[in-house]
Each structure stands twice: as structure tokens, then as C-alpha cells.
Antibody
Framework: QVQLVQSGAEVKKPGASVKVSCKTS????????IHWVRQAPGHGLEWMGW????????TYAQNFQGWVTMTRDTSISTAYMELSRLKSDDTAVYYC????????????WGQGTLVTVSS | QSALTQPRSVSGSPGQSVTISCTGT?????????VSWYQQHPGKAPKLMIY???KRPSGVPDRFSGSKSGNTASLTISGLQAEDEADYYC?????????FGGGTKLTVL
């Protein structure tokens, strides 16, 4: 079955960077986009952008342009999301999700990675 | 771009129907037939329930249905069951962006 398994929780200091991985299985990695969505504690969902695993092309949400980088390694069917210059309000659960034919079709989702930013 | 507007909470008794609204603008909900809905239980990842306004992925019960009129989309859950108690988020394409609603907590009384 289709699975997306993310890396474990991280604790970072303000100003640092974090890189979250999303290992996929059960489908052709290069056939579907990977999206990243975050959820601050007690808050709603916020779309960060997507990567096309086939070409490596990316589109980032306006709020994240200049400080998020999405990459992939097709040899191990894994996508990555790196966020730099972390602030305390970047504390959130970060999800990867497989994209489909529609631009906001996300199915399934990874289990989420909690990133805590604290001095 | 602002989040889509959803009621903070709705409730219903088992067997009843509830409808959750999602209001946007002509630049998002009203401009594209790309509205999706996600169900999220506490501590879990979201799950796709509706896409392309009214389509259900395989495995989602037909008690869940979606619709849209103008700039407002709606999710209707009929025959409420205890396991439907969760947070629900609408989501719309908005040109180069994707935006979510603030979420609605559904309580099954």
C-alpha cells in the first residue's frame, strides 16, 4: 500500500535550520508530486509548497519563499523539506502528502514530524 | 492570502445530518472547481474525504458529500456516527497557491 514515512521529531534553536525527510513506498515516486503542509499547535493547516519528484521543479507558497527548500532523491524515493532561519513560531508538525491530478488533492499523508524551536 | 472561513464548531446527534460551510472569494473557491475536504482526528494526520468539490475517494462512505455555490463550498455528513467526531478542513486552489480553512470541530452529541 502507499505509505509516506517521515523522520523523527527535532528540537532546534532559533536561527538554525531543520531538514525533514519523507520516505515513500508502494507507488512510483516520480509519478506524483509531494506537498508539504504544517500545523502549529492548536492551529489549522498551512500549505508550504510542492516538489515534482520527476523534474525536481518546485513551487513554494508566498509565505515561505526564500526560506524553504524542497528537494528529492529519486534513488531512495525520498523527499526533503528544509526550513532555515527558524523562529519560535515555526514550532509545528510538518506533514508531507502525495499530490494527485488536482492541485489540492493530498492522499495519503505522512505521520507528521514535530519541529520544536526553542532557545 | 487569507484563510477560508469555516465555523469554529458544529454539532449533531447520531443519525442526524450536519453541514459545514467554507467561504472564500472569486479568486479561490469561486474561481476553480478544486475544493477538497480533510478529516483530522486528534493527534493524527489529515485524511482526504472529498476532492474536486464533490468527488469521494474510494473507501470514504457515501454519507460524506460536497457541493459548491458561488464562493461557498459545503461538506454534508448524513447519518452521523460517533467516529465522525473530528476536525474538518476545507481547502481550495487559488492560482499558484493552495489555501485551507481555519477548521471546524464536529462534535457528535
Amino acid at each position: 500500500q502507499v505509505q509516506l514515512v517521515q523522520s523523527g521529531a527535532e528540537v532546534k534553536k532559533p536561527g538554525a535550520s531543520v531538514k525533514v525527510s519523507c520516505k515513500t513506498s508502494g507507488y512510483t515516486f516520480t509519478g506524483y508530486y509531494i506537498h508539504w503542509v504544517r500545523q502549529a499547535p492548536g492551529h489549522g493547516l498551512e500549505w508550504m509548497g510542492w516538489i515534482n519528484p520527476n523534474s525536481g521543479g518546485t513551487t513554494y507558497a508566498q509565505n515561505f519563499q526564500g526560506w524553504v527548500t524542497m528537494t528529492r532523491d529519486t534513488s531512495i524515493s525520498t523527499a526533503y523539506m528544509e526550513l532555515s532561519r527558524l523562529k519560535s513560531d515555526d514550532t509545528a508538525v510538518y506533514y508531507c502528502a502525495r499530490g494527485g491530478g488536482s492541485p489540492n488533492w493530498f492522499d495519503p499523508w505522512g505521520q507528521g514530524t514535530l519541529v520544536t524551536v526553542s532557545s | 492570502q487569507s484563510a477560508l472561513t469555516q465555523p469554529r464548531s458544529v454539532s449533531g446527534s447520531p443519525g442526524q445530518s450536519v453541514t459545514i460551510s467554507c467561504t472564500g472569494t472569486s479568486s479561490d473557491v469561486g474561481g476553480y472547481n478544486y475544493v477538497s475536504w480533510y478529516q483530522q482526528h486528534p493527534g493524527k494526520a489529515p485524511k482526504l474525504m472529498i476532492y474536486d468539490v464533490s468527488k469521494r475517494p474510494s473507501g470514504v462512505p457515501d454519507r460524506f458529500s460536497g457541493s459548491k455555490s458561488g464562493n461557498t463550498a459545503s461538506l454534508t455528513i448524513s447519518g452521523l456516527q460517533a467516529e465522525d467526531e473530528a476536525d474538518y478542513y476545507c481547502c481550495s486552489y487559488a492560482g499558484t497557491n493552495v489555501i485551507f480553512g481555519g477548521g471546524t470541530k464536529l462534535t457528535v452529541l
